[in-house]
């Protein structure tokens, strides 16, 4: 694939590529739209072939119909490993975040790997604890970086020629507002981002509330991120 040509015509996986417009609207961490987008990749034993698709809710969410797919259209033999990769508009709720657990349980030979834009639901306390059952049984499940944001444009999106190189250039803040609080989820500590919505102007407002026990466990590295500490002066 060249940017001259674009997502071309003879690449294997264009009809399974979303709309660039497509893309920014679901994954934009600014943005509460309420559906949820899947892209996810899928690597089986040694190969380095990737077989990539997407999917978006139904009367299911994206991670159920996933698992139901995966499991109906495959006989997963235990002896070649699996490794997956989802990138996620929203994260998962408490109750995927269980079905996920026990797809695992019964495919051992199954590694997923999530990245997500956004946190769903983040204060209500089963989906905190369902993102940290997650983490804890040996997922790893991260906010989605510049990088990640690189890859699924390269990759999942049918850009136009001369747009290879582009990708939705959303704010980092934003970015590290939700590995904040993905931080907050994986401490224990209680909810410091806080999300509301003025509907009759249709302004998302995010808003920081930190304690003092978001000061004592947080990396500094994402303090300093998100603005709630300064970086330490230096004089000459």
């Given at each position: ?5 674009g ?21 934009d ?34 991670e159920v119909?996933?698992?139901e ?6 006989k ?23 079905a ?20 769903f ?11 940290k ?5 040996g ?10 944001y ?22 980092p803040?934003?970015m ?20 509301s ?7 998302t407002?995010?808003?920081?509330t ?19 500490i ?7």
């Open positions: 694939m060249t940017s001259e040509k997502s071309s015509t003879q690449d294997a996986t264009l009809r399974r590529r979303i709309k660039p417009w497509e893309f920014e609207i679901f994954f961490p600014r943005q509460l739209r309420k559906e949820t987008c899947l892209l996810y990749e899928i690597k089986w034993g040694t190969s380095h072939k990737v077989w990539r698709n997407l999917g978006q809710n139904t009367t299911k969410h994206v119909n996933f698992i797919k995966f499991t109906s259209e495959r997963l033999c235990p002896s070649i490993s699996c490794s997956i990769t989802w990138f996620l508009s929203w994260s998962p709720c408490w109750e995927c975040s269980k996920i657990r026990e797809f695992l349980r019964q495919h051992p030979n199954v590694t997923l790997v999530i990245y997500v834009a956004r946190l639901q983040h204060m209500d306390q089963r989906n905190r604890q369902g993102l059952d997650l983490i804890l049984s997922i790893t499940v991260q906010i989605m970086r510049v990088s990640e690189h890859h699924c444009w390269r990759n999942f999106v049918s850009y136009s020629p001369g747009e290879e190189t582009y990708w939705p250039r959303y704010p803040l934003w590290m507002m939700y590995a904040l609080e993905l931080h907050c989820i994986i401490l224990s500590l209680p909810p410091c981002l806080k999300i919505r003025r509907c009759q102007h249709q302004l407002l995010f808003s920081l930190p304690q003092k026990c978001h000061y004592q466990m947080i990396p500094p590295y994402i303090l300093l991120a998100t603005g709630l300064e970086p330490p002066m230096t004089w000459r």
